[in-house]
């Protein structure tokens, strides 16, 4: 049977409202399409359950046209009319619609009267100054379009590994279920739990090698074929990322793993730690040089070779101890490992709680009461709720009065618990450009706790960006800072800001600061997090979650505590009720003015 996801069907939604809008068809029709995407994404009942009981017209906001189309969908995976509509454009105008800040109306402009159908024509015609020419475009508005471009090829063959983890996920179950696999498991920066990754590295253990590479090549999530050979082979997967299968025998496992989890850097301090040792050290195996290259090994008489079975022997036959994938980056975990002074790294289950969320009160889909059910099914103690101030108005941003509504609101809920789990209210207060906050002390003494963020006024110097950040985290309220650079990785870089500067402030002041763990920011960056932990400043891990699902984001931001070194004592959401509530309020009650 066709799997279409409620998701897909959305997106097809929204792009057949795109090319309804480049016809010029009328705006009712568009927003029948746009309209019914968005119900879908709200919609959390089963779709296909809707379908057959002939219930989806009850959604709100689809109607019957539409209904039969997602029927179509369900059952067929295609859609007729959509594959009719698509012929009237040319294919490279598709890839158009990804350019950030070119909608239907600039695209239509540009095809219609300069005759472009695709982003290199496109690029050129902003380049030669024909774009800017267009009636309601100008220079500056080619120029945004011009750096859209560039910033999508920069950004090409490498996705967020949020993107991508659904994917790679199941294509490692499946593999590991398959009857002729030994061991399967992932490598590469994926493993690492890099923020951003290049290709996907599987590395299988079998003595079936063609039956297995010849699974993953044919498997459904493949869309291409790159390389098929006897021990590697290269497949482009739907999504557009690379995905990589090495084939080798079980006694390889453990040396290919190591070998493809890298990274590079890591790879050649080990293969050097060998060397020493007078031994080589490769994808495959640990061997003794031979006598010639032997030669250069210091010490005498090579060493025996210990048995390696799985990757903690080699280690360990390096004299190291067993050092995490997301160490590996070659930024001391070697000489750690040495002198046994790894650090017993977080653990997803060693999360007790979360804050920063938002509901529906601000730009969030779900309801407090969804939220707080999704945190306990989750196994959280608590959840932190921390929607959107005044400022953010696009984002509904609350004002006082609203905010102090949610905050009964909680409090009611809270008396449902039974003391066994505990909403947090909270605020993500908007840093205002001068630095101070968008309520003022009196709204946020009223909180439990407050996240300060900013969200506008990018564009500034540096010094300016940088005292702006630290006014706001010098308030007594301010419990924790949000998303400390603002990036939104493969989009949008950071605010030029002095980060140990920020982090000085937030040692200086008793500031948390968050690890925002929605993998579109994944910020602070794990490369800081050594540094805030050795100035003592404890660390927030905040999923961000917009929609009850989004609170897994919890596992993401795990991932890159562990590349940042951190521990259960270095992560204040490992704390559980009963004592988190006096972290909470640890520095407002040290710098409130008696
Ligand atoms: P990516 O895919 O760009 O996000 O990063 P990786 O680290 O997954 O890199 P990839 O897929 O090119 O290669 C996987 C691992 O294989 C890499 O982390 C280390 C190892 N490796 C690849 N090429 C070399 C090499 O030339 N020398 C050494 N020592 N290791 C290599
Ligand atoms: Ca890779
Ligand atoms: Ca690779
Ligand atoms: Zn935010």
Redesign the pocket.
């Known amino acids: 049977m066709p799997t279409i996801t409620k998701n897909e069907i959305a997106e097809l939604f929204e792009a057949i409202a795109l090319l309804l809008e480049l016809k010029g068809e009328n705006v009712f029709k568009i927003r029948a399409y746009t309209n019914a995407a968005r119900a879908l994404e709200t919609f959390t009942g089963d779709l296909a359950k809707a379908v057959a009981e002939n219930q989806l017209g009850e959604i709100p906001g689809i109607g019957k046209a539409i209904a039969e189309k997602i029927t179509e969908l369900l059952a067929t995976g295609e859609l007729a009319y959509y594959n009719k509509l698509k012929v009237d454009f040319p294919p490279g105008l598709f890839e158009m619609f990804d350019i950030q800040g070119l909608g239907p109306k600039k695209i239509k402009a540009v095809w219609e009267k300069l005759g472009v159908t695709s982003v290199p024509e496109l690029e050129a015609a902003c380049k030669d100054g024909r774009v800017a020419e267009l009636p309601g475009f100008g220079k500056k508005t080619a120029d945004n379009i011009l750096a859209a471009i560039e910033a999508r090829s920069k950004y090409a063959g490498?996705f967020r590994i949020g993107d991508i983890a659904p994917d790679a996920e199941a294509l490692l179950e499946e593999l590991r279920t398959h009857p002729d696999v030994l061991q399967a498991s992932i490598?590469?920066?994926?493993?690492?739990r890099?923020e951003?990754?290049?290709?996907?590295?599987f590395i299988v253990a079998t003595n079936a090698p063609e039956e297995v590479s010849n699974f993953f090549i044919k498997h459904e999530q493949v869309e291409s074929i790159i390389v098929n050979g006897a021990t590697k082979s290269s497949v482009r997967l739907k999504s557009g990322i690379q995905a990589?299968l090495r084939v080798v025998k079980t006694s390889e496992f453990p040396f290919a793993l190591n070998?493809?989890?890298?990274?590079?850097?890591?790879?050649?301090v080990l293969?050097s730690r060998a060397l020493a040792r007078g031994w080589t050290l490769n994808?495959y195996r640990l061997e003794q040089l031979s006598k010639l290259e032997g030669r250069k090994s210091k010490g005498g008489a090579p060493q025996t070779i210990p048995d390696v079975y799985e990757e903690r022997d080699l280690y360990r036959a390096l004299e190291l101890d067993y050092i995490e994938p997301e160490l590996r980056e070659d930024r001391g975990e070697i000489a750690a490992a040495e002198k046994h002074e790894l650090p017993q790294l977080l653990q997803v289950e060693n999360l007790r709680g979360t804050f920063h969320n938002h509901t529906t009160a601000s730009d969030g889909k779900c309801t407090l009461a969804e939220m707080a059910d999704a945190a306990q099914e989750l196994g959280l103690q608590y959840l932190g709720i921390a929607d959107h101030s005044k400022a953010s108005f696009q984002a509904h941003g609350l004002e006082a009065d609203r905010l102090l509504a949610q905050v009964a609101e909680i409090r009611e809920l809270n008396k449902t618990f039974g003391g066994h789990f505990r909403i947090f209210a909270g605020v993500e207060c908007d840093v205002l450009k001068d630095g101070s906050l968008d309520f003022p002390d009196e709204v946020l003494a009223q909180l439990d706790y407050v996240v300060a963020s900013v969200h506008a006024s990018f564009t500034m110097p540096e010094a300016e960006m940088t005292s702006r950040i630290i006014r706001a985290i010098s308030n007594p309220y301010v419990t924790m800072l949000g998303h400390l650079t603002g990036r939104i990785l493969l989009s949008r870089e950071s605010y030029q800001v002095n980060v140990p500067a920020i982090i000085d402030a937030a040692a200086a002041t008793g500031t948390i600061i968050e690890l925002n763990a929605s993998p579109w920011r994944l910020d602070m960056d794990w490369r800081w997090w050594p540094l805030a932990k050795e100035k003592g400043v404890r660390c927030a891990i905040n999923p961000d979650a917009h929609h009850s699902s989004q609170l897994n984001n919890l596992w993401f931001g795990v991932g890159i505590a562990r590349k940042g070194w951190l521990t259960r004592n270095d992560v204040v959401n490992c704390l559980p009720l009963g004592q988190i509530e006096a972290e909470l309020a640890r520095k407002r009650t040290a710098l409130r003015p008696s």
């Open positions: 490498r490598a590469g920066s994926y493993r690492r890099k951003i990754v290049g290709d996907l590295d990589d070998y493809f989890t890298g990274s590079k850097e890591h790879n050649i293969r994808e």
